[in-house]
């Protein structure tokens, strides 16, 4: 059980969780000569976000279920990645939505919006630079005896899709989650005949607790702005399709990966 647990992660491991590391001890510490500084270019990696106020914010984050030790979630998806030319697109509409709701906040790295705003290098790089992914289903838990069974059964359910095509991104929409805890800014798949759930998106932005109603508003207005004079866009973004993965725990699995050759 504990080499499984050093595989997957520990039993925690779900999409709100948080964990502090532990600190190691050293025995006769008081015979060791003290270690030299860190090299300065250690103090600023490349994805160094900026001075202190773009530094990674002290947020609440709810599980989605109940913690139980030998848990893992899982989460079935399709990785998705904007192109440049798409980002230079997203960003000036996401610096008008952030500077009349600077309670938003970015996706995963939460950091808020508004600072990003303030570097199009930054905001493009930390708010739309990192892999989305559209759920095709909930993330819910699953014992460490069921991980391969259940990963052999994505492989054969799915695996059959063997064809490349485009996702386009229709529609900016605004989500909450079921404990309304938290509001989402996403662009939605709107084309095909999805118009009811499931409602494939990804999010790019978030806010605390339930903020829909003037979130909304702000991105209704928004828009209208954007057609005064102009044709509106029937497609905000696409994507290529490539494959679908899945999270356990720690640990990432493709599930089906479609060439790039195609």
């Known amino acids: 059980m504990e080499a499984l647990k050093a595989c997957y992660g520990d039993g925690s491991s779900d999409s709100d969780s948080e964990s502090s590391p532990s600190v190691p001890t050293l025995a006769y510490s008081e015979e060791l000569a003290p270690l030299p500084p860190p090299p300065i270019a ?14 990674i914010g002290q947020t609440t984050k709810v599980r989605s279920f109940p913690h139980v030790d030998g848990n893992y979630a899982l989460h079935v998806y399709i990785p998705i990645n ?34 990003l705003c303030k570097n199009d290098e930054k905001l493009e790089q930390v708010a739309l630079g990192r892999e989305f992914h559209i759920s095709l289903g909930r993330t819910v838990p699953i014992r460490v005896h069921q991980i391969d069974s259940v990963v052999s059964m994505l492989r054969q359910k799915l695996q059959t899709q063997h064809q490349s095509y485009w996702i386009d991104f229709h529609k900016w929409e605004i989500f909450v989650n079921d404990d309304r805890t938290r509001t989402f800014l996403s662009v939605e798949v709107v084309q095909g005949g999805l118009v009811e759930d499931p409602r494939p998106h ?12 003037s979130l909304k508003k702000v991105v209704d207005e928004e828009l209208k702005k954007c057609v005064v004079g102009k044709s509106l866009k029937k497609c905000i973004f696409t994507c290529k399709f490539k494959g679908i993965e899945c999270k356990i725990g720690n640990k990432t699995y493709t599930i089906c990966k479609i060439s790039d050759r195609q």
């Open 82 to 115: 904007i192109s440049s030319p798409s980002k230079k697109e997203l960003a000036p509409f996401l610096k008008k939505i952030s500077y009349r709701d600077p309670s938003l906040y970015a996706v995963d790295v939460d950091v808020p919006l508004n600072i």
């Open 202 to 213: 990804i999010s790019l932005a978030w806010a605390l607790g339930d903020t829909s109603h």
């Open 42 to 55: 250690l103090l600023h990696p490349p994805n160094f976000l900026g001075p202190p106020d773009m530094q």
